[in-house]
Antibody, heavy 122, light 109 residues
Framework: QLQLQESGPGLVKPSETLSLTCTVSGGPIDSSSYYWGWIRQPPGKGLEWIGSVYYTGSTFYNPFLKSRLTISVDTSKNQFSLKLSSVSAADTAVYYC??????????????WGQGALVIVSS | EVVLTQSPGTLSLSPGETATLSCRASQSIGNIYLAWYQQTPGRAPRLLIYGASSRATGIPDRFSGSGSGTDFTLTISELEPEDFAVYYCQQYGSSPPYTFGQGTKVDIK
């Protein structure tokens, strides 16, 4: 059974870079056709699609975050990662990694990590 | 950006009743790029419906999705206690960002 697990610092200072890693177990990240995604949810608010990555390294970003965002993949470790620079309090959220049910899709996510709360505060 | 507007914001119903949730897109997204999720407090979202009307693995048949173009509906028949939650729609057609609606909370009347 596919499992995803987010990891990274839970507290980041304003203007610094938020870094998270998603470790995938139960299947290879370089299996064909999946775009591995990041989604976030500010406390008490709705969901926001951040971006996704293909095992080849091809990326798809939310245009509103693109200037600060880097998503990468490490197939040797079966991981993909998120870096968001110049963070502010508005970036405080639970960050989820996820995989869609169907290939070549950026939605219909049926496998999710448990979520990682990242607080931006000095 | 495709904006998804969900209505109502909150739906107060009793167990056994039917919930009808709406998701309206600001532009057409076809009928194969719309998903519905259920979220309970402290948990990751759970995929219910993809492709507007296909149930995900293990989802009871009391959950059904319909619609195309700009108007989509999630229907939950005969509400069970575990169905009281927040529901989100997501569009994933065309180009980024692949947006979510703001959510509909189904609570117990």
């Amino acid at each position: 059974q596919l499992q995803l697990q987010e990891s990274g610092p839970g507290l980041v200072k304003p203007s610094e870079t938020l870094s998270l890693t998603c470790t995938v177990s139960g299947g290879p990240i370089d299996s064909s056709s999946y775009y591995w995604g990041w989604i976030r949810q500010p406390p008490g608010k709705g969901l926001e699609w951040i971006g996704s990555v293909y095992y080849t390294g091809s990326t798809f970003y939310n245009p509103f975050l693109k200037s600060r965002l880097t998503i990468s993949v490490d197939t040797s470790k079966n991981q993909f990662s998120l870096k968001l620079s110049s963070v502010s309090a508005a970036d405080t959220a639970v960050y989820y990694c996820a995989r869609p049910l169907r290939g070549y899709s950026h939605g219909g996510y049926d496998s999710w990590g448990q979520g990682a709360l990242v607080i931006v505060s000095s | 950006e495709v904006v998804l507007t969900q209505s109502p914001g909150t739906l107060s119903l009793s167990p056994g009743e039917t919930a009808t949730l709406s998701c309206r897109a600001s532009q057409s997204i076809g009928n194969i790029y719309l998903a519905w999720y259920q979220q309970t407090p402290g948990r990751a979202p759970r995929l219910l419906i993809y492709g507007a009307s296909s149930r995900a693995t293990g989802i009871p048949d009391r959950f059904s999705g319909s619609g195309s173009g700009t108007d989509f509906t999630l229907t939950i028949s005969e509400l069970e206690p575990e169905d009281f939650a927040v529901y989100y729609c997501q569009q994933y057609g065309s180009s980024p960002p692949y947006t979510f609606g703001q959510g509909t909370k189904v609570d117990i009347k």
